[in-house]
């Protein structure tokens, strides 16, 4: 059974960052793609960005150039790092993971907060 373990998330100001990350167990993760979501209160889930089995890289408009997704195949480990975080990047986190058997899986989810 493939279970995703997200961490990182938290309270921080605005213009500081945070590292989200996401280690699958029971996957194949070397050939999964993975990607970040976020919901906020009262809005719908968006992918903020995702990484496929080969390292290509796709974000949302909103956190080009202040967002990196990466993982480390050896660590099973995907990230987020955040910068320059903005008080409307206050969501809850999912990591999410796209099986090459067509499979999908989620994590529980990690509350970010950007207030001062």
């Known amino acids: 059974q493939v279970q995703l373990v997200e961490s990182g998330g938290g309270l921080v100001q605005p213009g500081g960052s945070l590292r989200l990350s996401c280690a699958p167990s029971?996957?194949?993760?070397?050939?999964?793609?993975m990607g970040w979501y976020r919901q906020g209160p009262g809005e719908q889930r968006e992918l903020v960005a995702s990484i496929t089995s080969g390292g290509s890289t796709n974000y949302a408009e909103s956190v080009k150039g202040r967002f990196t997704i990466s993982r480390d195949n050896v660590k099973n480990t995907v990230y987020l790092q955040m910068n320059s975080l903005k008080p409307e990047d206050t969501a809850v986190y999912y990591c999410n993971e796209k099986s090459y058997t067509g499979l999908e899986y989620w994590g529980q989810g990690t509350q970010v907060t950007v207030s001062s």
């Open positions: 029971g996957s194949l993760f070397g050939y999964s793609a």
